[in-house]
Each structure stands twice: as structure tokens, then as C-alpha cells.
């Protein structure tokens, strides 16, 4: 799991496997469709076996979410256009099934 570059498909796929969850049956992705693209806001303090923190796109996987977040540990800049950032729920369930 540490080749997975991305880091948005990286703590799925290490929550799904902590979990034992189905990502088909994941409540955090029920209100998206499969094109929704996400990216993992994370301050390094999330538990495994915890959902990551999400920043989601507006309408689809073309619309994006730039912003920041500050911590004790610093600004967190997250951008959900970025590629090595984000994925869509399609390809988190993919990496998902590929890692079980």
C-alpha cells in the first residue's frame, strides 16, 4: 500500500481494510455519484478505523474544491483538480477491490 501515490486512495483503502467495510455500502459515499470527485484533508491525527476528513467537488468531476486548512501542525491546502490528490468514488472502489 505505501506505492499508492495518491494520498485520497491510500487512506481509503486503508480505512476499507481496517474496517472490513464495503466501500458499495460506505454511508460517507451514498449521496455521490461514481464520477464525485474527493480528496482527503488530512492532519495527520485521524485514527486508523476512522473516516478520513473529505473535501468534495460541487457537482461533478469537473467542478473543483481548492481551499486550505489550519492546524496545530500547520495549513493543510488541498485542491480536488489535482490528480495526485484526489480521486473519484469509482476509483477509490477500484483501488479498493485491488488492495482486498
Known amino acids: 500500500m505505501a506505492q499508492i501515490s495518491n494520498t ?6 486503508q480505512y476499507f481494510r481496517a474496517t ?14 461514481d464520477d464525485k470527485r474527493i480528496v482527503v484533508i488530512d492532519d495527520g491525527t ?19 474544491v481548492v481551499g486550505s486548512l489550519t492546524t496545530e ?16 468514488i469509482a476509483e477509490i472502489k477500484a483501488a479498493v477491490a485491488q488492495y482486498q
Open 8 to 13: 485520497t486512495i491510500r487512506e481509503f483503502v
Open 20 to 33: 472490513g467495510d464495503n466501500p458499495d455500502e460506505f454511508c460517507l459515499f451514498e449521496d455521490f455519484s
Open 46 to 64: 485521524n485514527p486508523i478505523g476512522k473516516a478520513p476528513v473529505i473535501g468534495d467537488s460541487a457537482d461533478d468531476a469537473e467542478s473543483t
Open 73 to 88: 501542525e500547520g495549513t493543510i491546502t488541498f485542491d480536488t483538480s489535482d490528480p495526485s490528490q484526489s480521486a473519484t
